[in-house]
């Protein structure tokens, strides 16, 4: 799509759609895995995946800094946004919370170590802040982009949050399901939180549906863009894999006694994976759609 752009034009491009996927991602494996020390007994069935959450949040993490140099192509435009700090800005403030972030996971995991619980649960509540912060600010980040209508609605950063409990809640199953820990308890919670997700991303993809559909010029411009170029992936992948399927799965066991296979670990899994599968491309698909109608701008 972007073969014939001139040459001062620089799009986001695949590198960003991994970075916001990633550090959605990784900020609500976190939230679990200090859960137990935040929140105390309602996130006790996570208590033995403090350690190995916390550890794959931080490789995830360091995964996720090439990424943006990759995109900026110059190194030292990394710091860029802390040097020359904006108030205003999503960019310096997620530049800004993006190693302390990372310090938090490492101070989360010095206080279990070390055994020192105050250190670790103030650790757990800084980084369950910082964490929910990540896909906040990647969706301020389109947001604020007003020349671009499709970015440039409200409801993008709760549509990041929740395709972000989706992914982090998927890869919490799979971790714990491979190690033989995924209990029914924490089977119970995960499902909770994937319905949740779900349900809400249901209702902002919905709106921003109908937003395309009786918007602007440019809005319908980018609803035909999706249509022609991108409808597999926004249908098929980021709605109905990504949020019906998994919608069915997890509220099925609420809704009929025949659907009770939906409370096994396995197919909870299989749900959050679905979702997560969604989580991706629904990013990308708006992050690509987003730019057509203004490329030139």
Not at 140 to 160: G, K, S, Y
Not at 166 to 173: E, I, K, Q, R, W
Not at 239 to 259: A, E, K, N
Request: glycine share 8%.
């Amino acid at each position: 799509m972007f073969e014939y752009l001139p040459m001062h034009i620089a799009p986001w491009g695949i590198e960003i759609v991994i970075y916001f996927f990633l550090i959605g991602m990784a900020s609500m494996v976190f939230a679990v895995a200090a859960g137990p020390a935040t929140f105390g007994a309602i996130a006790a069935p996570f208590k033995d995946f403090e350690v190995t959450g916390s550890i794959v949040a931080l490789v995830m993490l360091a995964a996720v800094v090439p990424l943006l140099i990759l995109d900026l192509s110059q190194p030292y435009r990394f710091l860029n946004p802390i040097l020359y700090f904006r108030w205003t800005s999503p960019l310096s403030w997620g530049s800004l919370f993006l190693p302390l972030f990372g310090l938090a996971i490492l101070g989360f995991l010095y206080g279990i170590y070390r055994e020192q619980p105050t250190v670790q649960r103030y650790s757990a509540i800084l980084g369950t802040l910082l964490a929910l912060s990540m896909p906040i600010y990647t969706g301020l980040d389109l947001m604020v982009n007003q020349t671009r209508e499709l970015w440039a609605n409200p409801t993008i950063p709760a549509l990041f949050v929740s395709l972000s409990i989706t992914s982090g809640a998927a890869l919490v199953a799979l971790v714990q399901l491979v190690r033989g820990r995924l209990t029914q308890e924490a089977t119970r919670k995960i499902r909770f939180m994937i319905a949740f997700s779900t349900f809400v991303s249901f209702w902002i993809f919905l709106g921003l549906l109908m937003t395309m559909l009786y918007g602007s010029a440019e809005l319908q411009g980018a609803l035909g863009a999706i249509n022609s170029d991108y409808a597999l992936e926004f249908y098929g992948l980021g709605l109905v894999v990504g949020i019906l399927v998994p919608m069915v799965l997890v509220f099925g066991p609420m809704i009929h006694p025949v659907m009770n296979f939906g409370r096994k670990p396995a197919v909870v899994t299989l749900a959050g994976i679905c979702g997560a599968i969604g989580a991706y491309m629904l990013r990308d698909v708006l992050i690509h759609a987003g730019q057509l109608a203004q490329l030139y701008y």
